[in-house]
């Protein structure tokens, strides 16, 4: 992916658009476990307990999910997609946990904006080990990102989201 970050970054796109696909994401994080995609609606009780609890403002009740099953069938990991908007345009993040809702790896599929203000990998990498219990917010454990300021209080935000969604309602409906 940085690759491609750089090749348009080098050439001067203006957009970067799709970079790499949830597929290949998860086969990459769990090269022997299967994938099933799902869609779902989030509920207004659990919309509402998500927001309260999680300080964070819920804008659709539309998600994807990529369901991680082992050998026998048992769910043992969560990739939810979360598209949002960061200036003007949409960008999508893959945040993949296990079933305790821990965070193990956070992805950028898709980025409309100028691919100047995508955050580095290593930020990134700050998510993992987040928890219901230790929930990210920029300035407290996760720092800010120069240049891409609104960018990372997006994904951090969304990251606190993906944690509620999986707490109140992958685990319970989704298993």
Known sequence: MKVLIVFLLFWGVSSAGLLVKPET????????????KKSFLLGKKEREIVQKKFRTKITTSLY???????????????????????RTKKETVLITMN??????????IAFYEPPEYIPPERWLKLFGNLSPEKLPYIKRNIPNVTGATLSSRVITDSV??????????????LK
């Open 99 to 108: 079933r305790d809702c821990q965070v193990l790896d956070v992805e950028i």
């Open 25 to 36: 994401v998860i086969k990459e994080l769990f090269p022997d476990l299967e994938a099933q």
């Open 160 to 173: 606190r989201q993906g944690i509620g969604i999986c707490k109140y309602y992958l685990r319970e409906k």
């Open 64 to 86: 994807t999910v990529y369901l991680i099953k082992n050998k026998e069938g048992k769910t043992v990991a969560y990739s939810l997609l979360h598209s949002h908007r960061v």
